[in-house]
């Protein structure tokens, strides 16, 4: 057998384009791909997902790269091996809260790393209905506690010291398992597009900061009415969530829903234990995560440690003083935030995953691909996707599941084929409609506000055609 270099991780990872090489791993093997690149059957944007790292977490997104044939095709390419002498990771920083952060998969797009906030990469956002769990986008506001599921409790308490206190094992075992396709998003995704306007406080994510899974658990209406609460009470109520993360103050995340949404049969709010089939992963709430369908993801609050019904709403700074809009006309100097509600019920969205901006794409026949949602079950009837920048439009197709009405809770996936000759250059627009017919706006500049939430004008994508 030959006798190839070593490498180590890290001067793999220097290999990330073409102008520099397209190395990847696979096992302690190295492989040179660049020439393999473009002739990838899943596209070229796909295989530079892995580009100075390891195959494996990819691979595992797509069954059909558990074939032998392609593991000899790929040892084509091989360059080297990796070095047994690889250096150990570095030991946790003393004092760091973040040290005990969970590993994370290395197609996850970082827009910060303490607290890890991070979204899919939208070339695989539309690529399967339900996001693979490690895909899923993770939006942490403090360090990911460590919780041990055997001395887990959850908390469930009311006025005149009302109190439950559930094990997991006892969450499992005393209600029925229910289970909800849900689509969570965050009030920021597509914020980038805001801070194009004028500049906005908080995290630049793009068109990924939304995901979709199966979810499983207890309904929180089973719960609450098993604690002893009534399906109904007289005057405005709320049921206000707790985590374990904390500040270094010990103050934790927090936020709250009205009472009727929380004990509604048809609002499918749940004590999540299950994603997609499996444990909750830790960036995601383990062992315990609220998940309130068709509402701001704020609100659906992770490594649940306690449940208060109150006739206030969470006192916590992310209910009170964050998640909330504005008038473009007020600035950080003007700002009340007693005067905004705190948003539950997102409007109606909708992006581009492919092509992606700028791209050179083939003349022929173009695939279009997205997707659309809208908040508080309402369906997504239709995605209109125009070429020339809003003078024209096409119907696109959808894909998705068919939910009872009023409870839409997941996304639908949008395609479009469409002629395009070679030199041309495209602007691709796309717009969704809800069952309520509200329609996304044109612009960005009138909705803009200094939190850079809400942001759900048209998604535009530039590209051009070549020959």
């Known amino acids: 057998a030959p006798r190839y270099p070593r490498y180590t991780r890290e001067e793999v990872g220097r290999h990330r384009s073409p102008q520099d090489r397209v190395w990847v791993t696979h096992g302690t093997e190295v492989f040179d791909v660049t020439d393999f690149v473009e002739l990838h059957p899943g596209g070229a944007d796909k295989i530079l997902l892995a580009a100075g790292g390891a195959l494996e977490p990819f691979w595992a997104l797509y069954a059909v790269h558990s074939q032998p044939h392609v593991l000899e095709l790929l040892r084509e390419y091989k360059v080297g091996e990796l070095s047994p002498e690889e250096a150990p990771p570095a030991a946790a920083a003393a004092g760091d809260p973040f040290a005990g952060d969970p590993p994370r998969h290395p197609g996850l797009r970082v827009n910060s790393q303490k607290p890890f906030n991070a979204e899919p990469p939208a070339e695989l956002l539309a690529e399967r209905f339900l996001t ?63 801070s194009q306007v004028r500049p906005v406080k908080g995290l630049p994510w793009d068109i990924g900061a939304i995901s979709t899974a199966r979810w499983g658990g207890a309904r929180l209406r089973d719960v609450l009415l098993h604690a002893g609460f009534e399906e109904e009470r007289e005057g405005e109520w709320h049921v206000c969530f707790e985590g374990l993360d904390a500040d270094a103050g010990g103050a934790p995340y927090g936020a709250s829903i009205p009472y009727g949404r929380a004990v509604s049969p048809a609002a499918d709010v749940l004590l999540a234990y299950e994603m997609n089939g499996e444990e909750l992963p830790r960036d995601h709430g383990f062992p315990v995560r609220v998940v309130v369908p068709g509402v701001v993801g704020a609100r659906s609050v992770k490594w649940l440690r306690r449940v208060a019904v109150s006739p206030a709403e969470s006192p916590s700074h992310w209910q009170q003083n964050d998640y909330k809009g504005f008038s473009p006309c007020v600035d950080w100097d003007t700002v009340d935030y007693k005067t905004a509600p705190a948003i539950q019920e997102l409007p109606v969205q909708s992006a581009i995953t492919h092509p992606r901006p700028g791209a050179a794409v083939p003349a022929g026949e173009l695939t279009v691909k997205g997707y659309a949602w809208s908040g508080g079950g309402r369906p997504v009837v239709r995605v209109d996707v125009s070429l020339d920048g809003g003078r024209t439009w096409r119907v696109a197709r959808l894909s998705g599941e068919r939910p009872p009405p009023g409870r839409a809770w997941a996304w639908v996936l949008w395609e479009l084929q469409a002629p395009v000759a070679a030199g041309a250059e495209l602007e691709i627009v796309c717009k969704a409609v809800d069952g309520s017919y509200n329609v996304q706006p044109d612009s960005v500049a009138p909705i803009w506000n200094l939190r850079g939430v809400l942001s759900n004008a048209w998604h535009r994508v530039r590209v051009s055609v070549r020959d």
Do not use: I, W
């Not at 041990?148 to 005393?174: F, I, K, Q, T």
């Open 132 to 194: 693979p769990n490690e895909l899923f986008f993770t939006r942490n506001h403090l360090p990911v506690p460590a919780v041990d599921p055997g001395s887990y409790r959850l908390r469930v308490e009311g006025p005149g010291g009302r109190a439950l206190s559930l094990s997991l094992p006892e969450l499992r075992s005393r209600f029925p398992k229910h289970e909800v396709t849900a689509t969570l998003q965050c009030a920021g995704n597509r914020r980038a597009e805001m």
